[in-house]
């Protein structure tokens, strides 16, 4: 696994809890996570682990990695194909009404679409 990065709220921006949030709304990433929580692993291998297509998942993925929930790094096989695996970042988060107002004061979210 990647460096542990226990995140508390008060040190995650809003924009940040607001990416975070709404990227683990969706069940597919709940599942990604869910699966990687076993170990690494690269794309084909975890779309046929969770039945979902290559396409869709490199989507789900996309967004997890852009929420900070996951990291990747790319391989060579014994046989010189390029493999991107990727692995859980450690999180958590404390969310109570008193971490979500102290968010608050650190958002610049616009209303663009985050999931």
Do not use: C, W
């Not at 194909?81 to 008193?98: R, S």
């Amino acid at each position: 696994m990647s460096k542990s990065r226990d995140v508390q709220v008060d040190t995650v921006s809003g924009d940040d809890l607001v990416r975070m949030l709404a990227t683990l709304s969706n069940p597919h990433r709940l599942r990604v996570i869910a699966a990687l929580l076993t170990g690494r692993s690269y794309v084909s291998e975890l779309a046929r682990t969770l039945g979902i297509s290559r396409p869709l998942l490199q989507v789900h993925l996309r967004k997890l990695e852009a929420a900070k929930l996951v990291s990747a790094s790319l391989e060579l096989s014994d046989d010189g194909k390029a493999m991107k695996y990727y692995e859980v970042v450690p999180f958590a988060v404390e969310l109570t009404p008193a971490a979500v107002a102290a968010a608050v004061s650190t958002l610049t979210y616009n209303g663009s679409d985050l999931t």
